[in-house]
T-cell receptor, first 117, second 111 residues
Framework: DTEVTQTPKHLVMGMTNKKSLKCEQH?????MYWYKQKAKKPPELMFV???????INESVPSRFSPECPNSSLLNLHLHALQPEDSALYLC????????????????FGPGTRLTVT | KNQVEQSPQSLIILEGKNCTLQ??????????LRWYKQDTGRGPVSLTI?????NTKSNGRYTATLDADTKQSSLHITASQLSDSASYIC??????????FGAGTRLFVKA
């Protein structure tokens, strides 16, 4: 199984709502990532978890809160978002976080299309 | 400053034709360079990985080249198909945890 799954596929939420995005992989990967992608732009890294510990937070606003309950799951909790947060949110995983050969090859999920109204 | 620049921004070609996409980078130190294909509304999929010692690597109709001296890479697509229409993203891994994404080239293959 070389698949990263993300739910939901689409999400529409108001600025006062609280929602969560979910990501799952069963490849035994120990690094997991959240990216934000606006239309016609490359993905922007938000968070990296390595061995279930938060390793990188790219100065993301606190209205985005990541959580890694176990090595297969990654959540992104959303609260009090702004319309400019509307984007495609991508989850990815890799065997590890060290550079070299395929160790850091990232497998991406299909994304969650988020619209904030 | 660590940067990855891709050209052209977009490209339209006829089905069956070949094309070459370019990637120039200034990332240092350099660990590896990957080309990803991203279909609209989907996550990127890795096509090739190039390390410092590799010059050419093929994956089916996709051939990537790397010139580590000039810090340039190219992705050549042979006998294009309609399904090749996508964004192609060059991603360079630097030292430590640094990963730099290029802005991508949007390829449109027309019948």
């Amino acid at each position: 199984d070389t698949e990263v799954t993300q739910t939901p596929k689409h999400l529409v939420m108001g600025m006062t709502n609280k929602k969560s995005l979910k990501c799952e992989q069963h490849m035994g990967h120990r690094a997991m990532y959240w990216y934000k992608q606006k239309a016609k732009k490359p993905p922007e890294l938000m968070f990296v978890y390595s061995y279930e510990k938060l390793s990188i937070n790219e100065s993301v606003p606190s209205r985005f809160s990541p959580e890694c309950p176990n090595s297969s799951l990654l959540n992104l909790h959303l609260h009090a978002l702004q319309p400019e947060d509307s984007a495609l949110y991508l989850c990815a995983s890799s065997q590890g976080f060290l550079a070299g050969d395929n160790w850091d090859e990232q497998y991406f999920g299909p994304g969650t299309r988020l619209t904030v109204t | 400053k660590n940067q990855v620049e891709q050209s052209p921004q977009s490209l339209i070609i006829l089905e069956g034709k070949n094309c070459t996409l370019q990637c120039n980078y200034t990332v240092s130190p350099f660990s590896n360079l990957r080309w990803y294909k991203q279909d609209t509304g989907r996550g990127p999929v890795s096509l090739t990985i190039m390390t410092f010692s590799e010059n050419t690597k093929s994956n089916g109709r996709y051939t990537a080249t790397l010139d580590a001296d000039t810090k340039q890479s190219s992705l050549h697509i042979t006998a294009s198909q309609l399904s090749d229409s996508a964004s192609y993203i060059c991603v360079v891994r630097g030292g430590g945890f640094k990963t730099i994404f290029g802005a991508g080239t949007r390829l449109f293959v027309k019948a």
